[in-house]
Nanobody, 123 residues
Framework: QVQLAESGGGLVQDGGSLRLSCAAS????????MGWFRQAPGKEREFVAA????????EYADSVKGRFTISRGNAKNTVYLQMNEVKPEDTAVYYC????????????????WGQGTQVTVSS
């Protein structure tokens, strides 16, 4: 059974940092691209960041480029999202996903999805 379990969300002040984790099981993690999306209240789910199976290729939304960093630990079956210099507009539920193709991990068509973790940035 495939599972993607996000953790690390919470309340953080404007300008602060937070690290999200997504622990994967039930599939061969090291062969999958992984991504992060977010969804704010009343808005569509949007792409944040993605990383290929080996970790040597990453993609970011313009809104987080230079502030967020995606990384992965294949030995731990975990993908991370380091969030620095957070802003109130980063407030959302953050979801991780998995797909064999990096392009799909940047889109809402990715094969597997987690349940999400809430991030709230206070001003």
């Amino acid at each position: 059974q495939v599972q993607l379990a996000e953790s690390g969300g919470g309340l953080v002040q404007d300008g602060g940092s937070l690290r999200l984790s997504c622990a994967a099981s039930g599939f061969t993690f090291s062969t999958y691209a992984m991504g992060w999306f977010r969804q704010a209240p009343g808005k569509e789910r949007e792409f944040v960041a993605a990383i290929n199976w080996s970790g040597d290729t990453t993609e970011y939304a313009d809104s987080v480029k230079g502030r967020f960093t995606i990384s992965r630990g294949n030995a731990k079956n975990t993908v991370y999202l380091q969030m620095n210099e957070v802003k109130p507009e980063d407030t959302a539920v953050y979801y991780c996903n998995a797909d064999l193709r990096l392009r799909a991990a940047t889109q809402r068509v990715a094969k597997y999805w987690g349940q999400g973790t809430q991030v709230t940035v206070s001003s």
